[in-house]
């Protein structure tokens, strides 16, 4: 079982509409990244989490360190966010190697 | 804040050759790491890349296969030795600073 599962793996989506991508993990956890990936293979940090809630834009994470998930959601979806979403979290133990979930692949459509 | 540049952005080599793969940092940061992502998977630690120290390889990775140079606090080296079809992947540089991980574009390797 992988330490880190994302749900759902693909995901379409209209123009406008509100979109949710969830993350859950195993392990104790010093912090979650939620990462952008886009199809030419780079990737941007979106979020950095470690309790609460972040907002930037019209992206918001929240995560729930009790139940071990996290969740991205993104308002008003546009197709430029059309991308891969992954988790990524830094498990306890002072290292800051991270664990990656497998990704969301999200395609919003005009 | 960091920004990270890799070269090349991809390549296309013959089976048996090795590519090495520079990344940059505009930043001085102590830890830089190194990915691969093989085609439909998520990202795999190759390796964690300290100044001044040898690299540590994670299971299934190895030095020989994989040679890392760190030679200062804004730069490193991936190699990729003699290389197969199943090399093909993007491999991603990676920094780490307090509160905050940044990744380079990627290098998107084809091994004919």
């Known amino acids: 079982k992988n330490e880190v599962e994302q749900s759902p793996q693909n995901l379409t989506a209209q123009e406008g509409e509100f979109i949710t991508i969830n993350c859950s993990y195993s392990?104790?956890?010093?912090?979650l990244h939620w990462l952008q990936q886009h199809p030419g293979g780079g990737i941007v940090s979106l979020f950095m989490?470690?309790?609460g809630k972040k907002k930037h834009g019209r992206l918001i994470a929240t995560i729930n360190i009790q139940e071990k998930h996290s969740s991205l959601h993104i308002t008003a979806s546009h197709p430029r966010d059309s991308a891969v979403y992954i988790c990524a979290v830094r498990p306890q133990g002072g290292s800051e190697k991270l664990v990656f979930g497998k990704g969301t692949k999200l395609t919003v459509n005009p | 804040s960091a920004v990270i540049s890799q070269k090349p952005s991809r390549d296309i080599c013959q089976r048996g050759t090795s590519l090495t793969i520079q990344c940059q940092v505009d930043s001085q940061v102590t830890m830089m790491f190194w990915y691969r992502q093989q085609p439909g998977q998520s990202l795999t630690l190759i390796a964690t890349a300290n100044q001044g120290s040898e690299a540590t390889y994670e299971s299934g990775f190895v030095i020989d296969k994989f040679p890392i140079s760190r030679p200062n606090l804004t730069f490193s080296t991936l190699t990729v030795s003699n290389m197969s079809p199943e090399d093909s992947s993007i491999y991603l540089c990676s920094a780490y600073l307090p509160n905050e991980q940044f990744f380079g574009p990627g290098t998107r390797l084809t091994v004919l």
């Open positions: 392990v104790g956890i010093s912090a």
């Open positions: 989490l470690s309790s």
